[in-house]
């Protein structure tokens, strides 16, 4: 790698072979960030629990519901609400991916041995994306189906070939691996862990709540805009709000806020020091 | 291992010259004011705070004064002044138990911590250094913050729609609980730090046990959920502040249950200060 300047013979590496060493390396950081597997233990515990939890009281108090709540009740969505929890700790994780590298100075190494900087982020970014991916996918079919065994008639419950359903459920891993690489740009930008996680955290959980607070129509309105309360409708079967956004409308939302955080990431990557 | 180390030099050293108690604890004091000074993070977190909590206070009341005459009779009379005052609290909280998780991670983070136990290896002492100079600082910023959100909100809605004074009853002690909750989230999020040792999973902690446990499970009443979800951290301290309780606990309760959370946390801390390394 440090031969590249040195070396006219190994100036001329193709993509491919660069591709696969970035790969390489990115990889060995990933799998030895301290806390991963920590991150990664907790979303399991996370979602079936909260699965179990919530459905579990719902199919128990389904007769005392009123009929307003129990039109509104979303199976799915009850199922999978574990997310808003896990995404704390999957956000975490895409910010300390990143901010790890730069509070220990290994990204100055990092840097040097590829000084195509853009590769090494878009790198970490694909690796993150396709473990995270995998891994919350299967914790999204486990909440699912531990909430709808919890759900028996007559409370409201959905087989997985319902329509829509799969969407939902696939659309569970789909919105913890976007808030993941949401903290991952953040943590791009920002460089330092604190910093990182209060954007991260005030974009996700507090804009929502504070959004809220204003209350009446403009409420309303702008929440469906947020990138918490707008991907969530990938992982609900009953759409409401003031637009009524789909499935893929409200995930659509949340990619467009990692696209913005992603695009400054890449571009500053490149013009500033590590 | 390494505390026994330690304790062998200390008795080596006390053999040599034996500080006093409070000479050692005046000594651990200044240090700890030196670094807490020069804390960037910490200035700005409660920079951050202050406006947030005065300016987003500021702005709820002032759209209620706007939206009042869109409101029915029933909506005007469950309008409380006090509550649309403190109602961006539920964020503000998060401001202070970051301040203090930050106080302390920061040291794990740049390896600080390792000179200061090795300076101070009575690390209980080091802890409650920390500790006697944090809650001063946050007592004081959140009364700052408290009042000036509480006077200017209630001279926003003055003149449009009800308010209150501090003389109404009741209303000191809300002001008073909002600033009891504030001070005791840096505290709690101190002990978090100490506990967690990184400010990625404090930070993470705070969030979670603030803001989101309480999203997650408030929608749970009955059985066993009537006795464990109103004492949550979050929503013992909208017990404190928030005048119409619901099924919160009582101001009295809130206030003693949330102290013997912090105690709780300050002696797990302690423990696991001293028994593991740094």
Redesign the interface.
């Given at each position: 790698m440090s031969a590249q300047a040195g070396t006219a013979p190994y100036a001329g590496a193709s993509l491919e072979t660069r591709f696969r060493a970035t790969a390489r390396s990115e990889w060995i950081k990933f799998r030895s960030v301290r806390?991963g597997p920590a991150v990664l233990l907790a979303t399991a515990v996370i979602l079936p629990v909260?699965a179990w939890?919530?459905c579990g009281?719902y199919g128990h108090?389904w007769a005392t519901m009123s009929p307003a709540s129990k039109a509104s009740f979303d199976p799915v969505f009850i199922s999978l609400?574990?997310i808003?929890?896990a995404q704390?700790?999957v956000g975490?994780f895409g910010?300390?991916t990143v901010?790890g590298e730069y509070?220990s100075g290994l990204i100055r190494g990092t840097f040097i041995a590829t000084p195509q900087r853009a590769q090494v982020i878009a790198m970490k970014a694909t690796i993150f994306a396709a473990v995270v991916w995998a891994w919350c996918t299967i914790l999204s079919f486990a909440a699912f189906f531990i909430g709808q065994s919890l759900l028996s008639s007559p409370a409201k419950h959905v087989a997985i070939g319902d329509p829509g359903v799969l969407t939902a459920v696939f659309g569970g891993g789909l919105y913890l691996t976007l808030v993941g690489l949401l903290g991952l740009f953040i943590g791009v930008l920002l460089r330092r862990?604190?910093a990182a996680?209060?954007a991260l955290?005030g974009i996700l959980?507090?804009s929502p709540?504070?959004i809220g607070?204003?209350?009446?129509k403009l409420s309303a309105q702008l929440a469906e805009f947020l990138p918490d309360s707008g991907g969530e409708e990938i992982f609900k079967l009953l759409h409401s709000g003031a637009y009524t956004l789909g499935p893929w409308q409200g995930f659509a939302i949340l990619a467009a806020y990692v696209a913005v955080a992603a695009a400054p990431a890449f571009l500053l990557v490149r013009r500033r020091d590590a | 291992m390494m505390s026994e180390t330690i304790q062998a030099t200390t008795a080596t050293s006390r053999r040599r010259a034996t500080p006093s108690a409070l000479l050692r604890a005046r000594a651990a004091l200044s240090a700890e004011w030196i670094k807490l000074r020069s804390l960037r993070s910490m200035l700005v977190t409660l920079v951050l705070a202050a406006v947030f909590c005065i300016g987003y206070a500021d702005l709820l009341c002032w759209r209620f004064t706007l939206r009042w005459h869109t409101f029915d009779a029933a909506s005007k009379a469950a309008f409380n002044p006090l509550d649309t005052n403190f109602n961006d609290l539920v964020i503000g909280v998060l401001f202070f138990g970051v301040l203090g998780a930050l106080v302390v991670t920061n040291e794990y983070g740049n390896g600080l911590i390792r000179t200061t136990l090795a300076a101070t290896p009575q690390r209980g002492l080091f802890l409650a250094a920390k500790a006697a100079l944090l809650v001063p600082l946050a007592l004081v910023s959140s009364a700052v913050i408290i009042f000036a959100a509480f006077l200017t909100g209630q001279g926003i809605l003055a003149g449009h729609v009800p308010h209150v004074t501090l003389a109404d009853p009741g209303v000191l002690g809300r002001v008073l609980g909002a600033i009891f909750y504030l001070t005791a989230a840096s505290l709690i999020g101190l002990f978090i730090g100490v506990i967690a040792r990184s400010a990625a999973a404090a930070m993470t902690c705070v969030f979670g046990a603030f803001l989101v446990l309480e999203t997650l499970l408030d929608s749970l009443h009955g059985g066993v959920w009537q006795h464990t979800v109103p004492y949550l951290p979050s929503n013992l301290g909208n017990a404190l502040w928030l005048s119409h309780s619901g099924s919160l606990a009582s101001p009295t309760v809130a206030a003693l249950v949330l102290a013997a959370y912090v105690i709780v946390l300050g002696v797990v801390a302690t423990f696991s200060l001293r028994s593991r390394d740094a």
């Amino acid at each position: 790698m440090s031969a590249q300047a040195g070396t006219a013979p190994y100036a001329g590496a193709s993509l491919e072979t660069r591709f696969r060493a970035t790969a390489r390396s990115e990889w060995i950081k990933f799998r030895s960030v301290r806390s991963g597997p920590a991150v990664l233990l907790a979303t399991a515990v996370i979602l079936p629990v909260t699965a179990w939890l919530l459905c579990g009281y719902y199919g128990h108090n389904w007769a005392t519901m009123s009929p307003a709540s129990k039109a509104s009740f979303d199976p799915v969505f009850i199922s999978l609400r574990g997310i808003e929890g896990a995404q704390l700790f999957v956000g975490a994780f895409g910010v300390i991916t990143v901010t790890g590298e730069y509070t220990s100075g290994l990204i100055r190494g990092t840097f040097i041995a590829t000084p195509q900087r853009a590769q090494v982020i878009a790198m970490k970014a694909t690796i993150f994306a396709a473990v995270v991916w995998a891994w919350c996918t299967i914790l999204s079919f486990a909440a699912f189906f531990i909430g709808q065994s919890l759900l028996s008639s007559p409370a409201k419950h959905v087989a997985i070939g319902d329509p829509g359903v799969l969407t939902a459920v696939f659309g569970g891993g789909l919105y913890l691996t976007l808030v993941g690489l949401l903290g991952l740009f953040i943590g791009v930008l920002l460089r330092r862990t604190p910093a990182a996680l209060a954007a991260l955290f005030g974009i996700l959980l507090v804009s929502p709540v504070a959004i809220g607070l204003l209350g009446g129509k403009l409420s309303a309105q702008l929440a469906e805009f947020l990138p918490d309360s707008g991907g969530e409708e990938i992982f609900k079967l009953l759409h409401s709000g003031a637009y009524t956004l789909g499935p893929w409308q409200g995930f659509a939302i949340l990619a467009a806020y990692v696209a913005v955080a992603a695009a400054p990431a890449f571009l500053l990557v490149r013009r500033r020091d590590a | 291992m390494m505390s026994e180390t330690i304790q062998a030099t200390t008795a080596t050293s006390r053999r040599r010259a034996t500080p006093s108690a409070l000479l050692r604890a005046r000594a651990a004091l200044s240090a700890e004011w030196i670094k807490l000074r020069s804390l960037r993070s910490m200035l700005v977190t409660l920079v951050l705070a202050a406006v947030f909590c005065i300016g987003y206070a500021d702005l709820l009341c002032w759209r209620f004064t706007l939206r009042w005459h869109t409101f029915d009779a029933a909506s005007k009379a469950a309008f409380n002044p006090l509550d649309t005052n403190f109602n961006d609290l539920v964020i503000g909280v998060l401001f202070f138990g970051v301040l203090g998780a930050l106080v302390v991670t920061n040291e794990y983070g740049n390896g600080l911590i390792r000179t200061t136990l090795a300076a101070t290896p009575q690390r209980g002492l080091f802890l409650a250094a920390k500790a006697a100079l944090l809650v001063p600082l946050a007592l004081v910023s959140s009364a700052v913050i408290i009042f000036a959100a509480f006077l200017t909100g209630q001279g926003i809605l003055a003149g449009h729609v009800p308010h209150v004074t501090l003389a109404d009853p009741g209303v000191l002690g809300r002001v008073l609980g909002a600033i009891f909750y504030l001070t005791a989230a840096s505290l709690i999020g101190l002990f978090i730090g100490v506990i967690a040792r990184s400010a990625a999973a404090a930070m993470t902690c705070v969030f979670g046990a603030f803001l989101v446990l309480e999203t997650l499970l408030d929608s749970l009443h009955g059985g066993v959920w009537q006795h464990t979800v109103p004492y949550l951290p979050s929503n013992l301290g909208n017990a404190l502040w928030l005048s119409h309780s619901g099924s919160l606990a009582s101001p009295t309760v809130a206030a003693l249950v949330l102290a013997a959370y912090v105690i709780v946390l300050g002696v797990v801390a302690t423990f696991s200060l001293r028994s593991r390394d740094a």
